[in-house]
């Protein structure tokens, strides 16, 4: 389908990105930049790119298509650099959490080359980042957020859209805001839960000996609190007017539960956990018959 992949950021979503076209038989060469020395010569051993780049402008210069997988506070100096590159025919697509600054990003960065980038949200990953950890299958079976600009061409709409079922995802297309607000929601906020639930724990003195005694309700809850710090500083940031707002529903909430306890009503604490378990019950049935991988 793609003669050349200009992959600018050879970590896990860039690399395996990388991995999952050539496995798929859908791009011919992929040339990578990264701004580590180190990651490009690991990224050429693996064979998740064919040839070094000495910048984000010469990996996509004659590519017709580019991933820019980098994080998303790095995302508008990036298109700034690739933007002297982009031709009408390239498809460009990022890999961002977050949607609504990445098209601001790009509209004060592409100029006339604004309609090839289609705004892309695989929702895959794993705790472990770097190209080490590339996986060809990571986005099998997983679900992709597209959301176009009304400046985005159609035919790099359906360019995006055919990669992405290519490599067997399924693909959802919707408002860069309807994005934010969901992924504030589940995504954003329960990370945030879980790195404040870790350090509320650690930062007691008990905190060592509470945390030897953890089982596996305690590990399931908190197995997100070990992703990346850098990546999840800039969702937190970029996102947090979206992650704010759900923060106060979910303080709401704690607050009800607090109240109840402090009188001791029993009755009225169970209608709220049978009230959370009903939901959790019902959305996991739905998740049993349309599987989706974890983020």
Not at 120 to 127: D, R, W
Not at 129 to 155: F, N, S
Not at 252 to 266: R, V, W
Request: net charge neutral; with cysteine; aromatic share 6%.
């Amino acid at each position: 389908m793609f003669d050349q992949l200009g992959l600018i950021g050879c970590g896990l979503m860039g690399g395996s990105f990388a991995l999952a076209l050539k496995r798929a038989g859908l791009v011919q060469r992929v040339v990578g930049y990264s701004p580590s020395a180190g990651t490009l010569e690991k990224a050429l051993q693996l064979g998740v790119i064919d040839a070094a780049a000495s910048s984000p402008e010469q990996a996509a210069s004659g590519a017709d298509i580019v991933l820019v997988a980098v994080p998303v506070s790095a995302t508008e100096a990036t298109l700034q650099l690739i933007a002297p590159a982009v031709t009408p025919q390239m498809l460009i697509m990022d890999v961002g959490s977050t949607k609504a600054d990445v098209i601001a990003a790009a509209q004060r960065t592409l100029g006339y080359g604004i309609g090839s980038f289609v705004p892309a949200h695989p929702i895959a990953g794993k705790e472990m980042a770097g190209v080490e950890h590339a996986d060809a299958k990571l986005y099998q079976g997983c679900q992709v957020i597209l959301t176009p600009m009304a400046d985005t061409l159609d035919k790099q709409r359906q360019q995006a859209l055919a990669v992405w079922r290519a490599l067997g995802c399924k693909v959802v297309q919707m408002s860069p805001e309807a994005h934010d607000a969901a992924f504030a929601a589940v995504s954003h906020l329960p990370h945030l839960l879980a790195f404040a639930l870790m350090n509320a724990v650690t930062g007691q003195p008990q905190g060592q000996e509470f945390l030897s005694l953890a089982g596996p309700g305690f590990r399931d809850f908190t197995r997100i609190a070990a992703s990346d710090p850098k990546v999840w500083r800039d969702i937190l940031l970029s996102n947090r007017q979206e992650l704010l707002a759900q923060s106060q529903h979910f303080r709401a909430q704690l607050q009800a539960f607090e109240a109840l306890m402090s009188q001791g009503d029993g009755a009225a604490l169970e209608t709220l956990i049978a009230q959370a378990s009903s939901a959790r019950s019902q959305w996991h049935l739905k998740q049993h018959h349309h599987p989706k991988p974890a983020c």
